[in-house]
């Protein structure tokens, strides 16, 4: 079991993986808002290679820029005591009731989802990731469709079996040598379902399910038997999430983690 949230199993071995700055989810917001609500931003400097200097790039419109919706108009409002004057947000509130206000907001179901939904953000629900790593290295050719389908047919066997997970995403891959067909899962828990999946995650019920589900070849059943064939990582917060769901891209894959080659099969509904 892997109990380190800043280690990946990937191809059998334990890589480390840097662990991103946690950001508050009212901070997250408030820098979304703030980028929203720019209807003008400042272009990129150009390099000038006669001048050898930048040249300033007058102000452009904001590509991100949205009118605000009143639950977002609610938020920013949040920073401000309300006066009888003719500017009723006047005055700044201490950082304290800026949160207690935008707090409150947040335990409004109805105004949380408009403004996640406003800002593209992804509600958070605790997730887990899996790792499959059959022991089949150096004997299997990563490009060969038939060994991907067999992967990639264990994995949908085991979600469609079930409604433990609302979501999930997975990649198979060929590994830094090229020789090593694999896949990372990320699965968001159903929420209505959260504790009973956890108990079959760390029971290792998800393990035998996978062995179950997996097509035998002959001369192929235990290679999903191994101590590092299938390994887990329960995720508990957002930063966690997104750094595991970007892992599953090849572009994003720090160094020590990259592929010989990108098989390119990313699937799934996250």
């Known amino acids: 079991m892997v109990v380190n949230t800043n280690i990946i199993l990937d191809e059998g071995k334990y890589k480390y993986v840097a662990e991103s700055k946690m950001i508050t989810e009212i901070k997250k917001i408030d820098n979304l808002v703030r980028i929203s609500q720019k209807e003008f931003i400042k272009g990129v400097p150009l390099w000038d290679s006669d001048e050898e200097d930048y040249i300033e790039v007058e102000e452009m419109l904001n590509p991100d820029y949205k009118r605000p919706t009143p639950s977002i108009q609610k938020w920013i409002n949040a920073d401000y005591y309300k006066t009888d004057t003719d500017r009723p947000w006047e005055y700044l509130c201490s950082t304290e009731q800026t949160r207690s206000n935008k707090l409150k907001i947040l335990e ?105 589900a997996w097509k035998k070849l002959k001369g192929d059943e235990g290679l999903l038997k191994g101590k590092f064939a299938i390994q887990r990582i329960l995720i508990n917060n957002e930063n966690m999430r997104d750094d595991k769901l970007a892992y599953l891209e090849e572009k994003n894959k720090p160094d020590g983690h990259k592929n010989a080659y990108d098989l390119d099969i990313v699937l799934g509904d996250f």
Not at 139 to 163: M, S
């Open 108 to 212: 409004d179901p109805n105004l949380k989802k408009s403004i996640y939904g406003f800002l593209g953000i992804i509600p958070f629900n605790p997730c887990v990731m899996i790792n499959i790593s059959p022991n089949w290295k150096g004997k299997v050719n990563p490009r060969d469709e038939g060994y991907q389908k067999l992967l990639a047919g264990t994995i949908q066997t085991y979600f469609n079996a079930c409604n433990r997970y609302s979501k999930y995403r997975y990649c198979i891959e060929c590994g830094g040598d090229g020789d090593f067909l694999h896949a990372h899962i990320v699965a968001e828990i159903n929420p209505d379902l959260h504790k009973s999946v956890k108990t079959h995650i760390n029971k290792g019920n998800h393990k035998y399910e996978l062995i179950k």
